[in-house]
């Protein structure tokens, strides 16, 4: 089998605009998840799959990543921001836009920088190269809506969207997950604001070797809600929760429940109780204050009883 791909594309540069105040000064990527930026757990997906070095796009923000990674590194591996401006170029424009930072000879990974997955990479590896595909969907076949058809026979996808077979049912989710041949960059118009569901449909008319592999095994979140964040707390309670900074502080007095996190240097008053919250760095909780499923943003100060707030 061929080298694992060394380089992935993490796509950063959307507008969140479904979170509304969690995105307002944040890109939706880096909204703080167990107490780490959201991308990250996608760089330690990547890097267990062999990943030595990251591409981000950028845009919504984009001073937001460089505060975030100022060495230009995430845990010692390379990190390259390619800002898009002045208009977000979506999936398929913004590789076009860094291709000059891919590589030119060998796939690489594409990654939506906001899911939160384990699921096991490898089996599309292992894919990718069985197949000789040029680009690999990773699927499911659950959690969220369903919108490719794949032939499990030919490993080949046969619609997505039902924009080419309108009677027929998708049975399969794609993750926001592929491998990619760079060959895959010649198809991209330079300067285009294009997704990649366009280019995908003009491969399979075309007969082009589009691929796919339904892996259900492992999790697979899209953080596109405040419930969704919410919701994968909850599920990660048993790594640890409440998950608390050592550079916050919190009154002898305060009540930490369920699946909370709270983040650098953010502050809790006498007699407040927090329950499945997610405090942000530097957000202040003033004394006596409830809060309930709430999520307060860096640096933002609150007092009084709140239930499924974002503030």
């Not at 460089?66 to 424009?93: C, I, R, Y």
């Not at 040029?134 to 080949?156: H, I």
């Not at 924009?163 to 049975?171: A, G, V």
Request: charged share 20%; glycine share 8%; proline share 7%.
């Amino acid at each position: 089998m061929r080298p694992q791909p060394a380089t992935a594309f993490v796509l950063g540069a959307g507008l969140g605009t479904r979170l509304k105040a969690l995105t307002a000064r944040l890109p939706k990527p880096l909204i703080p998840v167990c107490n780490s930026p959201l991308i990250t757990r996608a760089f330690s997906h990547l890097r267990a799959a062999g990943v030595q070095r990251f591409v981000i796009n950028t845009h919504w923000c984009a001073e937001a990543y460089v505060a975030a990674f100022p060495q230009n590194s995430w845990e010692d591996l390379p990190l390259t921001l390619n800002h898009e401006s002045p208009e977000v170029l979506e999936t398929a424009g913004g590789l076009k836009h860094a291709e000059a930072h891919l590589p030119k000879s060998q796939p690489f990974w594409v990654y939506n920088g906001d899911i939160l997955a384990t699921l096991p990479l490898e089996e599309a590896w292992e894919a990718h190269c069985r197949d000789k595909n040029e680009v690999t969907l990773v699927l499911r076949s659950k959690d969220g809506p369903l919108q490719v058809s794949f032939d499990p026979d030919t490993k080949r996808i046969a619609d997505l969207g039902r924009r080419l077979l309108p009677e027929r049912k998708p049975e399969y989710l794609f993750t926001g997950i592929y491998l990619v041949e760079p060959s895959f960059l010649q198809r991209i118009p330079p300067g285009a604001k294009l997704g990649v569901v366009p280019v995908f449909l003009d491969m399979i008319r075309t007969g082009a070797s589009l691929g796919g592999v339904v892996i259900d095994s492992g999790d697979w979140w899209d953080l596109g809600t405040r419930e969704q964040i919410l919701a994968v707390h909850q599920a990660r309670v048993a790594e640890g929760a409440p998950w608390i900074s050592p550079s916050a502080f919190i009154d002898s007095s305060a009540s930490i429940l369920g699946a909370t996190a709270i983040g650098n240097r953010a502050s809790i008053g006498a007699d407040a109780v927090l329950e499945d919250c997610v405090i942000w760095e530097g957000a202040v909780v003033a004394a006596g204050s409830k809060l309930r499923r709430c999520i307060l943003t860096a640096n933002a100060r609150v007092e009084g009883v709140h239930v499924d707030a974002d503030l």
